[in-house]
């Protein structure tokens, strides 16, 4: 899989990362003070930062993934941000710091070749035990060609996270 077809099928297919909800814009290829974000959406007035990785997350793309963050934070002086990181394979003990700073991580192992509407996301990686609990008892309740929403699964963020 390259990163550049993942790009074009959840850019095309939004639906797959924001089921049900209201897509008010896409942006491909999002330039910011000479970075490049690769996906940017508008979903019912919330703006959300999509970053691919068509490989298994690796310690140095922890970095990149939190400059982006912060590079539109403070560019967009935006307090409605949220950032999707979409890998292969995402470790748990990578995804809990990510997690912490409210980054959501979700796996997609490869793009179906059909548009049959296979899902496609494999696993949505959750640090937080309670999550993790939540999310089976949600999958279990929701058939394979359907999906669940991010905002479902939103990491606790509490002063002393932050500090």
Not at 89 to 111: A, H, K, M, T, Y
Not at 118 to 128: L, M, R
């Amino acid at each position: 899989m390259r990163e550049r077809d993942l790009q074009d099928y959840l850019y095309n297919n939004p639906e797959i990362l924001f089921p049900g909800k209201n897509i008010q814009e896409k942006t491909k290829e999002y330039y910011i003070k000479g970075k490049r974000i690769d996906l940017l959406f508008v979903i019912d007035g919330r703006r959300y930062i999509v970053e691919l990785k068509a490989i298994p997350l690796e310690r140095e793309h922890i970095g990149q993934v939190v400059e982006y963050y912060g590079l539109m934070k403070e560019y967009l002086n935006e307090t409605n941000l949220k950032m999707i990181l979409v890998a292969q394979s995402i470790p748990r003990w990578r995804s809990i710091f990510l997690e912490e700073l409210g980054i959501q991580c979700v796996e997609i192992n490869d793009i179906p070749e059909s548009s049959s509407g296979e899902y496609i996301i494999t696993k949505k990686v959750i640090a937080n035990p309670k999550q993790l609990d939540k999310l089976n008892e949600y999958e279990q309740s929701i058939g394979p060609n359907e999906g669940f929403v991010n905002d479902d699964f939103e990491p606790v963020i509490t002063s002393r996270k932050l500090a």
